[in-house]
């Protein structure tokens, strides 16, 4: 299999799936900060999102700044020609991120197993929960390509790079740290993890001098005055993230049915059991919305990598790929944010959220298999022409991911 191969198709796929839209007001919150970098408002402050409070402004969200820094060439295309136009290209820069994303999972793939199916690998990815956050410009998908991309550097050899690549990531999401057994390497060589350690310095330091120009302090990212992220014990996030109707990833991403049982490399299922802990011990572990338990999205890729080499899993591996078609689709279709929202608040102490998360037949999964948009899907095509644009839309999706499946052999890239 090809990059360029790669590419085609998994565009191909994405095109099918396309909103051009941002989901929620934490993405609306960052593209807003991004705004702000404009002069539209004060200086990294948002009009959306869980705002607290710092030394310049009560208008501060707790987000990390790198996923704003990303959203800057769509915020600035969104006041030249309109917000609507800001929002398709923020949903492209996600669409572009999933793109690295499967790229640089291909690439660390092919790096521990060897050639794998061309088919499989894409079932894996689209199981893994990549195409819908592919669609939907969280940055979860930004985090990962950068923190896996600079894995493979860091298995290449490339540890400066590597370590450049990991500091973005942190820049984006601090628990992208989670990935870091994935730049373990055969050769325990000091100078190539403090060439590491240096790549990653600057962002590091970008981190504490943006806390500390908001908060007055390096250590304050202003997490602390935020209700949803304090270390709750008693959260019942552990059983929540794996098992609830509403967040439970045995349900959203079924593949992890086989996956736990063939990731006997450290390096594949530890970073799982890190986010597992890291983010079960919130008092919000469900991320709010979201598809799925979206805290663990990241690590999804890496534990779901031996499930890439052929034949692995057997008639029981084909029958969960069906099954993550099936739902990928559903919720390709579906504005599934604002299914969640209807379903019930978003305050996560809310009887009507908690009723969202652990009720079975509030789940927005089983919502979105029901119901899916079929009349009306949450597609760019049907925003713009209603259903022959999102019927014109499907087809050039499908064409050029056809072609790439099925079109001529590609001249190794």
Request: proline share 5%.
């Amino acid at each position: 299999m090809t990059d360029l191969r790669t590419i085609l198709a998994w565009s191909g796929l994405l095109i099918m799936l396309f909103g051009g839209r941002l989901m929620t007001t934490d993405v609306a919150a960052q593209y807003q900060v991004a705004e702000s970098v404009y002069g539209v408002r004060d200086l990294f402050t948002s009009e959306d999102g869980w705002h607290v409070s710092g030394v310049r402004s009560d208008n501060y969200v707790p987000h990390a700044p790198g996923y704003s820094a990303i959203l800057l060439p769509a915020a600035g295309t969104g006041l030249l020609l309109g917000l609507a136009a800001g929002k398709v290209a923020a949903a492209l820069t996600s669409a572009v991120a999933s793109v690295l994303l499967v790229l640089a999972v291909k690439k660390l793939a092919e790096g521990f197993m060897g050639r794998m199916e061309f088919g499989r690998f894409l079932l894996v990815m689209v199981g893994a929960m990549a195409l819908i956050y592919g669609r939907m410009p969280y940055d979860v998908t930004s985090a990962a390509a950068l923190v896996l991309w600079g894995a493979w550097f860091m298995q290449t050899d490339k540890p400066f790079i590597a370590g450049v690549l990991l500091g973005a990531a942190l820049l984006v999401r601090p628990d992208s740290v989670v990935l870091l057994p994935m730049y373990w390497t055969e050769e325990k060589h000091l100078e190539k993890f403090a060439l590491a350690a240096a790549g990653a310095f600057p962002f590091v330091l970008g981190i504490l001098g943006y806390n500390y120009y908001r908060f007055g302090s390096i250590l304050s990212d202003g997490h602390s005055q935020d209700p949803a992220i304090v270390v709750d014990m008693f959260s019942r996030g552990i059983p929540g993230l794996l098992f609830s109707p509403g967040k439970g990833l045995f349900w959203y991403a079924p593949l992890t049915i086989i996956a736990i049982f063939h990731c006997g490399d450290w390096r594949f299922w530890s970073p799982f059991a890190f986010s597992l802990v890291l983010h079960g011990f919130l008092h919000d572990w469900t991320g709010g919305t979201g598809w799925g338990p979206r805290f663990l999205f990241m690590i999804l890729p890496v534990l779901f990598m031996p499930l890439m080499r052929p034949g692995t899993g057997g008639k029981l591996f084909r029958i969960l790929a069906v099954i993550s078609v099936l739902i990928t689709a559903a919720a390709g279709i579906t504005d599934t944010n604002a299914l969640e929202q209807r379903l019930g608040a978003d305050e996560f102490d809310s009887q009507s959220r908690q009723t969202v998360v652990w009720s079975p037949s509030r789940s927005p999964l089983l919502q979105t298999l029901l119901h899916p948009d079929v009349t009306r899907p949450d597609l760019l095509g049907y925003h713009a022409a209603g259903i022959p644009g999102a019927l014109a839309q499907l087809a050039a999706g499908a064409a050029l991911f056809l072609y790439a499946l099925k079109g001529k052999r590609w001249k190794k890239a």
